[in-house]
């Protein structure tokens, strides 16, 4: 779904970059109440997840691949404004470091994989999570179908961004089918991925999903011979209490994902790529700006060996990702303490 340089026109591309700049001042904004003492630690660290994880292509069909978006992911573990955020972390050293994804077109990719995929994601969580039994089962079940329907969701987001400022005369209908038909396959992949990374940290660690607050068990106590529910601001004690463990678990998880695994994944086009050769939309792309960077195309320049290249490589975009991003995540949440300190109350509240 990286879309390069040369597919949508500049002044198509100017009107997203600004829309994604808007979108990430916004979301900067609503990370400070999303941000908290158990998801400020975990943010960097699902940014980088994602990073790997998206290495990983899978095959969807004859000749095609599809990898990770993740921005249900994102929304459910740590809030969709800390998600967006995840995402365009990921997307920039992406395109930044490794050539993928064009940088003229960064507004694009912001828009489409990392808003679109997030908002639309989250709200059909919401809505799920609302109508379901208010377990931790039905979060995993909300998450695959919020997973599942955010990545055609960006195909079509694609598309009419493409209607409006696509490079080549192409049949709008022949793009949209095509688009669709192979990102309902690889949402799929998207929503076993997001359930089960969702599952498994909900079995270790619920209080750090975002999605899952308000669903711990709470204590009970013996009164009169019969159980009875503690106040809600008793909740059970959480298995593992240390942030540490699952930080390590994820950072260990990823960078083997990303520096090892990643050798097997599906070596044919993804989603976007197919539909772009098949109907003639790669006609104008260009070459991308960073290509000459040592990381370009996830191998390691001067570095002959392709395992070892592109295990490098992978590790490289995990500790660079987890860096930018825990940096960031940092920032926000230091300027929400700033915010909220005793002195930076109003006298007479």
Not at 3 to 23: M, R, W, Y
Not at 162 to 180: H, N, R
Not at 237 to 263: D, E, M, N, Y
Request: aromatic content about 6%; hydrophobic content about 50%; charged content about 15%.
């Amino acid at each position: 779904m990286h879309v390069p340089d040369g597919f949508i026109n500049a002044p198509v591309s100017a009107v997203t970059g600004v829309v994604a700049a808007g979108a990430v001042a916004v979301s900067l904004r609503g990370a400070r109440r999303e941000l908290d003492e158990r998801t400020a630690p975990l943010a960097g660290l699902v940014a980088a997840f994602i990073f790997a994880v998206q290495m990983l292509n899978f095959p969807v069909a004859a000749g095609t691949s599809g990898h990770l978006l993740g921005g249900a992911l994102a929304a459910i573990l740590v809030g969709p404004f800390t998600g967006v955020l995840c995402v365009s972390v990921v997307l920039l050293m992406q395109g930044i470091l490794f050539a993928d994804g064009g940088l003229t077109a960064l507004g694009v990719n912001i828009t489409d994989m990392a808003i679109v995929t997030t908002v639309v994601a989250y709200a059909v969580f919401r809505g799920l999570v609302k109508v379901l039994p208010r377990t931790r089962r039905s979060v995993t079940v909300a998450s695959f179908v919020a997973a599942l329907l955010s990545v055609p969701a960006a195909a079509v987001a694609f598309t009419l961004i493409y209607a409006v400022g696509g490079t080549t005369d192409i049949a709008l209908s022949k793009v949209a089918t095509a688009m669709v038909g192979v990102h309902v396959l690889i949402g799929i992949g998207e929503a076993v991925i997001t359930a089960l990374t969702v599952g498994a940290v909900i079995a270790v660690r619920p209080d750090l999903v975002y999605g899952a607050r308000g669903l711990q068990q709470r204590l009970k106590l013996r009164v009169n011979g019969e159980l009875v529910d503690t106040p809600s601001t008793a909740s059970a004690p959480v298995a593992g209490s240390s942030h540490r463990k699952v930080w390590i678990t994820g950072l260990v998880t990823s960078l083997v994902l990303a520096g090892f695994v990643s050798f097997y994944a599906s070596a044919s086009p993804d989603g976007l790529e197919k539909v772009a050769k098949d109907k003639g939309i790669d006609a104008k792309a260009k070459a991308h700006a960073s290509d000459d960077s040592p990381l370009a195309g996830y191998g390691v320049k001067d570095v002959s060996d392709a395992r070892l290249s592109g295990g490098l490589a992978g590790v490289i975009g995990v500790g660079v990702t987890v860096v930018a991003g825990s940096g960031v995540f940092w920032a926000v949440r230091r300027r929400r303490t700033a915010d909220t300190s005793p002195g930076s109350v109003p006298e007479g509240v």
